[in-house]
């Protein structure tokens, strides 16, 4: 929780070359910003809007390209489970378990992501207030995982819409655990493009840097060559040149507000038991 | 869709002897005001708030305790399931599949549980667009099963709180299949127990009126002999003393409803393909 | 409180001869379903989203059309007043003095018109909860006024939309005062056509019916011969020639829903002091 | 809009002496910090919760204390006005006037302001979305004013409930004028003690620093030697004695943000005629 980091990568595996290529430059920028790195992809989709949008290569074929990027490229990677029997199998190969925003009240998957030791990273559900995510929190502990990562990324405001609360920011920021804002889903507009989500690029920054002052403690963003050709998520994936002058922005903004304690505060939560 | 009705029954099943008193109740009074009825109850509840709370006897016990009931009391029960592993197994047993809110979303469930051939309940998210629903029941569709029912449950509306917006019974009970309104959940206060749901009973009435007028075809209920003994969503259940009155209220204004043809109204939606 | 009332009319006043047109439509038509009826509309709209809208014909010259309507009609009248100095003109020629839902909470206009000894309707505001619509009340009963109406008309919900929570209606019907449904601009799309606010007309009469039986003791419906060509709130204006029909069934729901006394429900609130 | 400013006070006038007292004491802090300010206070508060509530001295009382902060603190002081013959009697004495956010969308009250000639800071009201504040502002901008202010304070989000979108002072903040957050108003909780507001004091800072991150060229706050017994608004007023160091981490966070153009963007908005 003492240094600013890092969660990107294309938001589903297209192909072993393009995520070879972004997480290696990806990887580049953040060594030269000191900013430590985990490529992030998803080998299967499982929660599409439509029946018909393309969901991934799948758990076996998906893995294989998580452990050559994690080989290759030398960074660490994290991927999500979409249900309890996927748990295992991708903690073989991965650094962190994922648990979707969508499952984040799924007991069994989440206890199931929490028993194979890995560092696990919970999302926020869209429809959870900040502090009801604490109970997630809980079930992950019951079973004795400590390695916890949190991620805000937008609450339900109205139909086809999120909101981010920086309040959750702020307060999930007090617990032991990183806090890690993403900043591309938070963008999406649920079901805005009739058979797909939609997004607002345009706020990703701006939302980045204000949950970075808010206490944030690291950034998740869907990063992508070509966000318009992307297969899932484009409308809201950063294009990967803009990546670089987006963290060196963040960067230089979490070191100045963790030189300011914050004065009027909640006091810390969810101690650890 | 031409007829009433309703599903009710304990939120989960807390014993073979309550599931049987409180289907063979319900099922007299349905009986004696002619609504078709369908027995309702989980045998695990796998996104409980805590990790602590009570979730039920587990798949194979629930399944032969809604055996039961279907033989004893004649009637027909519905369950729901929470992973693709479940699906075959309930559907052998129940006589239909019903979707979670939270997992709607997850494409292999809901077409798992299509696949089996059995009608299968939609339950509208509390995170999703009412037009939204329309591309979860074309995944339902798209392994060839029609037998749909659509469940308006809530949506969310700031924290720990819902609203239901008849617009969307409204809009939905203008496709094909029946539309059903979930009185009990749909007065939940999500989180608002600390580490249970609260809920608001005495709201119960008014939205299932409402929801009848503005079209549903039928009601869901979560009925309870003691609501404040109820191991899981007690605030929210229906004592099973107050059902016969209740129903009697709904089914004459069903009738009084559909004596007057909506003048303005959306085209027909959601037309078989 | 004991039988169901209309208040109907043009938006805003266009001419004296459209008013007189739709005042003695409406009241034709109420006079054969036996439902009595108060004539709206404005003198001037003064809160349009833009500049350039239209606002109406003005204090002076509004108040002459709807002394003429009164007059000539036969019909009790209604309008809204915007600022203190307004209220006592108004009620010199109006039946009951509105105040409108963006101003429920400024105190001098409140209790300006309460003091004017006509009865008044109080919209309840699109930001607030429906329970703290009685601070307004409390407002207009601090001056002795005891003649009172309260207005649902949707609250907000995301940006440019509103949602109405028919747990408002059965809340507010509780208290010594009619509650009325206001069913047009219920569906307004606040701000949706960039320039001025849209409107979705085909569910006014789902969501009127919905609250009828969830308890409305009135209806509220802004109607014109031509919506489309209406000067203000034209997308969700009811066409006259729907009228008696829509009436017609919100009357046999109204009268089916007072033969079924609620079971489960909130205490009497606010009784009067 | 390249630099800086605070604008700051007791949320009204309770005494001469308190109103000097916080003046003197932020425009000390203001002056070392290199920081323009001006003092806010209200003379009246025209839409309290309650009937009962404290309002403030009144215009004419309230405008002599305005008077007397002015000259003898020497900074510039901003008010609000609540009717339209206020806007005259307020320009006579104060250097800004503002429009309260329930007001934002009283056209009259809004030109009125305008045409006094003096700047005006227009308040985003809690119902409106952000792009529908440019309304507002051609509203002013009718009768020739420019020199204007635009306020986030927050939307509504449930009841009782409001919520900061920073995509909302992003995008203000790309018009030709400066965009104010109101830090301590955005955490208030409507209607949350019964008779009067609550608020959350502990989120002011975080969301200031999310807010002049994401954008926003200055701050609005309210400030009081003893909050929990300031006469309005105390549950979410900052304590003097905090602002100091609040202001200093602002000011560098602000700095920081400057440094880094935004890359991802809105085009500007809202070009002046």
Redesign the interface.
């Known amino acids: 929780k003492d240094r600013f980091f890092v969660i990107a990568g294309p938001c589903v595996l297209e192909s072993e070359d393009l995520a070879l290529r972004v997480a290696s430059s990806v990887a580049r920028m953040c060594r030269e910003l000191d900013i430590p790195y985990i490529f992030k992809s998803s080998y299967d989709k499982?929660?599409?809007?439509?029946?018909e949008s393309y969901?991934g290569p799948g758990l076996e074929k998906g893995l294989k390209i998580l452990e050559r990027v994690r080989s290759q490229v030398g960074v660490p990677v994290i991927t999500d489970v979409?249900?309890?029997q996927e748990a295992a199998a991708a903690a073989r190969v991965v650094d962190v378990l994922q648990i979707p925003a969508?499952?984040a009240?799924?007991?069994?998957l989440v206890?199931a992501a929490a028993k194979t030791g890995k560092p696990i990273n919970l999302k926020k559900?869209?429809?959870?207030?900040?502090?009801?995510m604490f109970?997630v929190v809980?079930?992950a502990e019951?079973v004795g995982n400590r390695r916890i990562f949190i991620t805000e990324r937008g609450?339900?405001?109205?139909?086809?819409?999120l909101?981010?609360?920086?309040?959750s920011?702020?307060l999930l920021s007090r617990s032991p655990y990183p806090l890690v804002f993403d900043a591309t889903h938070s963008?999406q507009i649920?079901?805005g493009q009739g058979?797909a989500s939609g997004g607002?690029?345009?706020?990703?920054?701006?939302?980045a840097?204000?949950?970075?002052?808010?206490?944030a403690d690291g950034l998740f963003m869907e990063v992508h060559e070509d966000p318009d050709r992307a297969l899932c998520d484009g409308p809201n994936s950063?294009p990967l040149n803009?990546v670089f002058?987006?963290l060196?922005?963040l960067k230089?903004?979490y070191e100045?507000?963790r030189?300011?304690p914050?004065?009027?505060?909640?006091e810390p939560v969810l101690r650890t038991a």
């Open positions: 499982a929660n599409r809007t439509s029946v969901r979409h249900a309890v969508f499952l009240r799924q007991t069994d206890v559900a869209q429809f959870l207030a900040p502090w009801d109970h809980r079930k019951s609450t339900c405001f109205g139909y086809n819409a909101v981010v609360d920086m309040r920011v702020s963008v649920p079901g058979t607002e690029r345009q706020y990703v920054e701006s939302l840097r204000a949950a970075v002052a808010a206490g950063v803009e002058a987006i060196t922005a230089d903004l100045t507000t030189k300011h914050i004065r009027l505060q909640n």
